[in-house]
């Protein structure tokens, strides 16, 4: 079981942190991916991380995805906040994704309930 939290609504050039809390065991072998979804768009990826990261061209250089596998969660650092990356973000899990599918949200299985970052401009 997934839980993001952290949205917010943030002036334009301003940060939010997102976190992705997991229960459950074996965490440490699970890829973690960050989606998102504006209104009236698709899903689409963001971020992901188990050992290494991918990232999305869109946010390269001003998102960060990071993991404390201890604490069972994965963050999204988000710094120069664009009114375009006003979304519901999504957390998802899989155990078995590979790399080169990280970016289709039907290779993940667990997701969490999505939480909102609105970016006023």
């Known amino acids: 079981q997934l839980q993001a939290s952290g949205g917010g609504l943030v002036q334009a050039g301003g940060s939010l942190r997102l976190s992705c809390s997991a229960s459950g065991s074996a965490f440490s072998n699970y890829r973690v991916a960050w989606f998102r979804q504006a209104p009236g768009k698709e899903r689409e990826f963001v971020a992901a991380?188990?050992?290494?990261?991918h990232y999305t061209d869109s946010i390269k250089g001003r998102f960060t995805i990071s993991r404390d596998n201890a604490k069972k969660t994965v963050y999204l650092q988000m710094n120069s906040l664009k009114p375009e990356d006003t979304a519901v973000y999504y957390c998802?899990?899989?155990?078995?994704?590979?790399?080169?599918?990280?970016?289709?949200?039907?290779?993940?299985?667990?997701w969490g309930q999505g939480t909102l970052v609105t970016v006023s401009s």
């Open positions: 991380i188990r050992g290494s990261t």
């Open positions: 998802a899990a899989s155990a078995t994704v590979i790399a080169s599918m990280i970016r289709r949200s039907e290779m993940y299985n667990y």
